[in-house]
Nanobody, 117 residues
């Protein structure tokens, strides 16, 4: 059974960089075929896909967030990381990590990130 767990600070100041880590258990992030995504849900809004890192390490991000987004991985720790720079209050959301790139079959429980001074 694949399990994902997000971790990171719950409060980030405007203009700073949001950094979250997803720890994966029950399966390797370098396993052929799979992609590993970050998805967020702002309060009162729908899910927004942020980007993914593939089993080969290739990354792809949403065009609307691409200029501020970096996704990386640590294959030894079986983790992948999201960095979102120059955050504003509009980046306040529940952030999820998930397996997949358009259809997601495993999700983390989500972590609330609030951008506020």
């Amino acid at each position: 059974q694949v399990q994902l767990q997000e971790s990171g600070p719950g409060l980030v100041k405007p203009s700073q960089t949001l950094s979250l880590t997803c720890t994966v258990s029950g399966g390797s992030i370098t396993n052929n075929t799979y992609f590993w995504s970050w998805v967020r849900q702002p309060p009162g809004k729908g899910l927004e896909w942020i980007g993914y890192i593939g089993y080969s390490g290739i990354t792809y991000c949403s065009p609307s967030l691409k200029s501020r987004t970096s996704i990386s991985r640590d294959t030894i720790k079986n983790q992948f990381t999201l960095q979102l720079s120059s955050v504003t209050p509009e980046d306040t959301a529940v952030y999820y990590c998930a397996r997949g790139n358009s259809y997601f079959n495993y999700w983390g429980q989500g972590t609330q990130v609030t951008v506020s001074s």
